[in-house]
């Protein structure tokens, strides 16, 4: 469980991005793969929090790029389940409403042993918890919501088949993407330290090459402090532009731009490659 409050969270989460790394190739890294690397990056220092609305958005984009991959081997149907309303926690409503689903998967698994699926929680305006899915399996809805009732209570269940698998993991990220601005749903899924995304065991599971970088880990620097951090780096080396990159922070090759302009008199020409002097010239 969680060792702060969600309001201290919430705190903590307005400084979030507001600090940076920096990441520096490892000498050991192979020749073959660094025409494809910049040498040194900056990142932003997230911090990672579940209350944090610009860290779950990019979780959640992680996520959609991921399953577009995978998308394309599957056979998605569109599944939405409903819960019945009680006079229950919110907290509690969420419990129940997982501990059914899990129920429901045991059954369908034991008819649909292949089965995979995506999952996404959402809290409707009247407080009552709902599931948005994916799942690549039919079944017929009369059936489903027998299933459902019986194991939930509710019978309100609903299937659609998928038109494109794209257009069908954006719809399911659509409602990823409305818990960011939902503060309610957060602080509940907070409390109850539930995850909003769940998929089938080993559906996510990437295998993502070594990371070619290396940082002090831990250690983060104030916009001031990165600056200072840069100039030296650059005083005192033969780096160019084109030895620095940051897929994250858009201003950032202003600001190299602008810490090699302090050295272009200092420095030779050369130190900058055609474009670059292109840039600064204008």
Known sequence: MHTKTYSEHLRESKYCGL????????????????????????????CNSKACSRCAKLYFNRLRRRIDD???????????????????????????????????????????????????????????WHYHGLWNIFIEIEKLSEYWQEIS???RVHLEKVRTAHGAVNYIFKYCYKSVTNGTEREILF?????????????????????????????????????????????????????????????????????FYKFIDEHPPNLFGATQLASLAS
């Open 70 to 128: 995978i998308s394309k081997f599957h056979n998605w149907r569109f599944f939405t389940l409903t819960s019945i309303n009680d006079a229950t926690t919110p907290c509690e409503k969420l419990e129940k409403l997982e501990k059914d689903f899990r129920e429901l998967r045991k059954k369908l698994k034991r008819k649909f042993p292949n089965l995979q699926y995506i999952a996404v929680k959402e809290l409707s305006p009247s407080g009552m």
């Open 19 to 46: 600090q940076w790394r920096l990441l520096h190739l490892k000498p050991d890294f192979n020749e073959r793969f660094a025409t494809n690397h910049k040498e040194w990056r900056l990142i932003p220092a997230y």
């Open 153 to 155: 209570g509710a019978y």
């Open 191 to 259: 409390n109850s330290d539930k995850r909003k995304f769940t998929s089938s065991r080993g559906l996510l599971t990437s295998h993502k090459a070594e990371n070619p970088y290396v940082s002090e880990y831990g250690v983060d620097y104030s916009v001031e402090e990165i600056k200072e951090k840069l100039y030296n780096i650059v005083s005192t080396s033969f780096c160019t532009v084109d030895d620095f990159s940051s897929d994250t922070y858009p201003y950032f090759n202003d600001l190299i731009y602008n810490l």
